[in-house]
């Protein structure tokens, strides 16, 4: 008689166990909802009497004030077969990066639906306004090693509108893309610009320690009557050789005509290099060294005759005392052959900045 109630009582003990296991592997509900919030306090030591800094910088771009870099919302729906995104922001980085698109949209940080093409392989096909497929370093500070952005990060694409076509391996290590855009970082093309740009991205992960990308861009920013055609290769790896120790390397090279007819062709190029510890899940730290040259100003003009040709270093700290919290602190120091900076209305060869944030995600 025991031995039938022990019977008895483990498979009830046996059935509950599978109904628990049954709750705890039930469908995740297809609608997110997720946002973001930077504040942030910079100093600029050659004090812009407007107390905007220059125009090639776009995240905490203003001096000496408390502010906003970048709010968010962001709603999101995700199935087997379908995906969509919406995301609307405010901010100082909003204001400067978006003060060519129209009022409607000013403030649209992301709007794009998705469908996978194939039932059986990773083939989607995404159409609206997308994350930048250029480049490492996003427009959301807590992804990024460094608390400021490089200079060819601030002077590329942070977003895009256009269609993509991605390819994802199986095994998740490779991904292809082709893209239909806009134009360069543009929701509403150029006016008198007929042309479509186009885009390819190619990025591989051969195991959770290596990132290496190559992305492209094909096209054109300028109107048909003054068309000037562009290209531009990016590079980078991501290499996290410890949980201590990470390098992120990058390179990135752009030509554009110098003329409509095509007679000639201006060069400008950017390699960035970051070194980053992590002594632990709170505190890491970031050494960033970079050289920007733009000698005939095609995305960074410059009064000086040498065009825009600048080093620059920079380090901080970064403290999150939660998984959702980033503190940061970092030093900035730019130099120059040439007076390329200016302060007081005059033209000098160097340039610090200090910049302080806070990040929470939700």
Partial sequence: MKKIILAAALLVHLNAISQDTSIQTAPVHPFSFSGYVE???SYDFNTPSNN????????YNRHNEFNLNLGYLQAAYNTER????????VGSYMNANYAAEPATIKNIFEANAGYKISSK??????????P??????????????NLTRSLVAENSPYFESGAKLSYGTDNGKLTISALVLNGWQRITRVDGNSLISFGTQINYKPNDKITLNYSTFFGTDTPDSARLYRTYHDFYGIFQLSPLLGITAGFDIGT??????????????SPVAILRLTPSNK???AFRGQYYNDEHGVIISSSNPNGFITSGWSANIDYMPAKNVSIRLEGLYFTSKYPVFTKDEIAKDNNAVIT???AVSF
């Fill in 39 to 41: 504040a942030y306090y």
């Fill in 356 to 358: 302080f944030s806070t």
């Fill in 121 to 130: 392989k990773n083939l989607w096909f995404d159409i609206g306004i997308m």
């Fill in 82 to 89: 379908v995906r969509t995104r919406l995301a609307v922001a």
């Fill in 283 to 285: 505190w890491a730290f």
């Fill in 132 to 145: 930048s497929h250029i480049g490492f370093e996003s427009a959301i500070g807590k992804d990024n090693w």
């Fill in 256 to 269: 554009q005509q110098s003329s409509p007819t095509g007679d000639g062709t201006n060069i400008w190029y």
């Fill in 52 to 59: 905007t800094k220059p125009s090639y910088i776009y995240n």
